[in-house]
């Protein structure tokens, strides 16, 4: 990953409302939700999420997918998982066997 897409994703979660909408959609994998439900359940105005869904999808955080009449948004895990491999890819001074079990379930989430 380059060093400007990880700054990218982290800036697109370095806000509240952002942040909880990823956490919310990480929680509803792998059905996602709509913009109405997303609105509902994190109590803010639906014209406000679309900057916040486009900053998102910007980053490569989340996906939009319509289906009939509604929008439909996902978490993107390996997107997530490639930035959290990407801040520990040098952990424990090249020592893969001390931090073993944390990057496996890394690799598992990029796998998704």
């Given amino acids: 990953m380059e060093s400007e897409t990880a700054i990218e994703r982290l800036a697109a979660l370095a806000q509240a409302t952002r942040l909880d ?3 919310l959609l990480v929680r509803h994998e792998p059905d996602g939700l709509s913009a109405g439900e997303i609105a509902r359940r994190i109590g803010v ?3 406000t999420l679309s900057t916040h869904f486009s900053i998102l999808a910007r980053a490569g955080l989340i996906r939009a997918e319509r289906q009939s ?3 439909i948004y996902r978490a993107d895990l390996g997107a997530i998982g490639r930035l959290a491999a990407y801040l520990v890819e040098d952990c424990c001074g090249g020592r893969p066997g001390a931090c073993g079990p944390f990057l496996a ?4 989430l990029d796998a998704s």
Avoid: E, G, M, T
Wanted: glycine share 0%.
């Fill in 45 to 47: 105005p639906h014209n």
């Fill in 105 to 108: 379930d890394l690799a598992r």
């Fill in 21 to 23: 909408v990823f956490r």
């Fill in 69 to 71: 009449r509604s929008i």
